[in-house]
């Protein structure tokens, strides 16, 4: 079978790299190169699509705090395959010599990235991977990010889960980076306050035969469930959970992306899981309401969390432009003046950490009628520990 | 593990494998009749899964989108078996899975065309929403006992067909000689029509059966595509009774191995594989 895959594999690198799209935009003056690195097809391209809308939103209505640059995008489909991430990435270095590279969705994309862009003068920006690597042992002066790490949505739900009187946790996952620190996030804050992990569970990647495993988790009856599963594991695991009659029973808690972009799939079945994230979309701040409206007219369909963290990304770049007065060749007060930011972003405003990674809220939602619902706020400025970062 | 633990998991690998066997049915049947390497078989599974949540979300009714939906798949057989497959017949395996690599691909693109990359679910139909208690703390939903009766019926009709209609008489003469049959005055070019529509329309229907248990999202064909090729080769390519058992024994295996061991328990079915192999090199029920 694995001739077969290669040989698939082969077939759809072939195709795709012939339909790598440059898109630019007429260049007069000073253009500032922005590089896009995101999934644009197979599994991931929903989310590639949503931050490069959001991405160009922003950098759309900060017009005026371009001082006149142009920017001139230039988009390349990673597929959300690692292998491809240092050809893609040493090509907007070299080739296209980007200013700003926007990428990626996937961790193990960003990886590739990271190896690539370490040091250079090209800010990376990353808007979504949420690997703890990237802003702990891997971090750099260039390397940013403006959505989350790993640690940060699930740390919180420790302390919820004992708040909640939960003492004996079942903890599941997928083995590979994003699971594995998600449950020990989890297990780091709910251990320290006298909680037990009963069983932990990591299955392979990306496999959603997760069955067997509910009705392991009813024959161990602990007092609650905590996962991290996302997209069409995150479906199927909660709809799994409810079809075995245990959603009622034992509370099923969760890292946000459980009940993101699937509450809709998932309907009744997700009703009352309570998950940990830093931003829901009906978050009660006023530029939450009005990127969603702005957002809404320009594509016609309301944002998700990968458009806000693609628009947070816009915004850094517009303020880091604005704030220098258009002259960004001196990178070395790019990075500064970016490190400064204080940006305005649709989960409420948020800084950035010594690692880069942003200062922001954790807000405990529950699924109620089919929408995630914020409870409380689980964590307030909550920082990464940046473990193994020496900036 | 407690024996009522063992219990539950038995039953939850007999109905995963019940499953399987629906989806591997096809590809065997297309395999041992017709000597056709189908590749895009999963990408049917995922047709039918699509085409259900679409019409579902259309209509409202899981029965009805249920037949629309196997009905298309029926005439998408027949097209796709007019217009390409039909061209292979005297062509090698690899020329066979070129094409049908090549018709993953433009499935994969029609999907994200068509409806998208979010990913979907289809609710389970009212009728069959409910749960009978099971153990202590679990409920059984009585939609999965539903859906591997189903699957039951289908495999018994399928042994019925092949073994005691005309048509399955056809069949089973075109496997062992093709052109004894042909120079007895019977069309073959019909009956590799409908042999391939059936494969297709098996595969959409496993798709739509599975579309309330499951995520319906890009790639599903192709993950569970690898699955049934390995339900085939344990029980022998072309062997329908082969499928039934190796999808069986895949079922039970991989439930087991995922709680007991879960770490390894994607490699499990690999290694059973390979034991079978060493044993059988044919598969179980090969001819």
Redesign the interface.
Known sequence: MSRIKTLAGAVLATTLTAGLSTTTVAAAGETVKVGLMLPFSGIYAQLGEAGRDGLKLALKEHAEQLHGTKIEYIELDTEAKPSRAPELASSLLNQHEADFVIGPVHSGVAMGMIKMLRGKDTIMIIPNAGSAAATGPLCSPNVFRTSFSSWQPSYPMGKVALEKGYKKVYAISWNYGMGRESLDAFAESFEAGGGEIVEKVLLPFPSTNFQSHVSDIADENPDAVFTFFAGGGAIKFVKDYDAMGLRGKIPLLGSGFLTEGTLQAQGEAAEGVMTGLHYAEQLDVPKNQAFREAFNTEYGHYPDIYAVQGYDAGQAIANTIGELNGDISDKKAVISTMEKLTIDSPRGEFTFSRAHNPIQNIYLREVKDGVNVVQSVAAAALEDPARGCKL | M?T??IF??LV??I??GLLLFLIASGLTLVFGVMGILN?AHGSMYMVGAYLVWYFVSITGSFTLSALLSAVIALGLGILIERVLIQRLYNRNHLDQ?LLT??M??VFNSLQ?ILW??????V??PDTLGG?VP??D?????I??IFAALICIAIAAALYFVVSKTRLGMLIRAGESNREMVEALGVNIKSLYTIVFAIGVMLAAVSGIIAAP????????GE?VL?TC?VVVVIGGMGSIKGAFVGALLVGVI???A??LM??M???IIYIFMILVLLVKPQGLFAK
Do not use: C
């Open positions: 407690s009522e633990l539950v998991q939850n690998g109905q995963y590749l899975v690599i090549g993953i691909f994200s998208g990359n979010d990913p979907y679910g609710a389970v749960s099971f153990t703390n679990s409920s059984y939903p939609y999965r248990m499951r995520s319906i999202v890009p790639g599903m993950s690898i090729f991989s439930t087991f995922a709680v879960p770490s328990s994607n490699m």
